[in-house]
């Protein structure tokens, strides 16, 4: 019992956990101070324009299905959805088979503000990425997965993505 307390203590104070620790917090707050910027900018943060592209290239989709695409929970999407649809970007249809289920798809407004939004990373980050070799994004991507999978062991990390990060 005393030598499960003392690796439960070492643990927390390891340096490599602090470290990876640190590094995400610093990840989450640049990521959060962009998506108040794009707010002020754009009237849009980046967890809309994330839902906003799934929308756009799986619509129609239901909540559920657009919740398990952005890994976001139902409250958040239906407010998220809320917001997009006071700025007529995107409009709930319900479904032919079933009168219930409504379904999410994007305004031609909607389309439009796609083609010409701003990227949900800054566009340094953007070039950064492009300046570096397929390989090297791959690895990035790879380990993001494998942060995400050990975070949250039973979610499903979405497989990796073309790279069509270009501005």
């Given at each position: ?6 690796t ?7 340096p490599?956990f602090?470290h ?5 917090r ?5 990521i ?10 754009h ?15 799986h619509g129609?989709i ?6 398990k695409?952005?890994?976001l929970n139902n409250?958040?999407?239906?407010g998220?959805?809320d ?6 970007l995107v409009?709930?249809?319900?479904t032919?088979v079933?009168r219930?289920?409504?379904h ?9 503000f796609?083609e010409?939004a701003?990227?949900p990373l800054?566009p340094e ?5 492009n ?8 690895n ?7 942060l ?5 062991p039973?979610?499903?990390?979405a497989?990796?993505p073309p ?5």
């Amino acid at each position: 019992m005393e030598q499960q307390s003392h690796t439960r203590e070492t643990q927390m104070l390891d340096p490599l956990f602090i470290h990876i620790t640190k590094r995400m917090r610093q990840i989450a707050h640049e990521i959060n101070k962009y998506s108040k910027h794009l707010q002020e900018s754009h009237k849009i943060t980046i967890p809309q324009i994330i839902c906003l592209r799934e929308i756009y290239e799986h619509g129609p989709i239901s909540f559920s299905s657009l919740t398990k695409l952005v890994a976001l929970n139902n409250s958040t999407v239906t407010g998220i959805i809320d917001r997009l649809e006071k700025q007529n970007l995107v409009r709930r249809t319900r479904t032919s088979v079933d009168r219930r289920q409504i379904h999410i798809e994007t305004t031609e407004f909607g389309v439009q503000f796609l083609e010409e939004a701003p990227a949900p990373l800054k566009p340094e980050f953007i070039q950064g990425l492009n300046r570096m070799s397929e390989h090297d994004v791959n690895n990035i991507l790879k380990a993001l997965d494998s942060l995400t999978t050990l975070l949250d062991p039973d979610g499903t990390v979405a497989e990796v993505p073309p790279r069509d990060l270009e501005l």
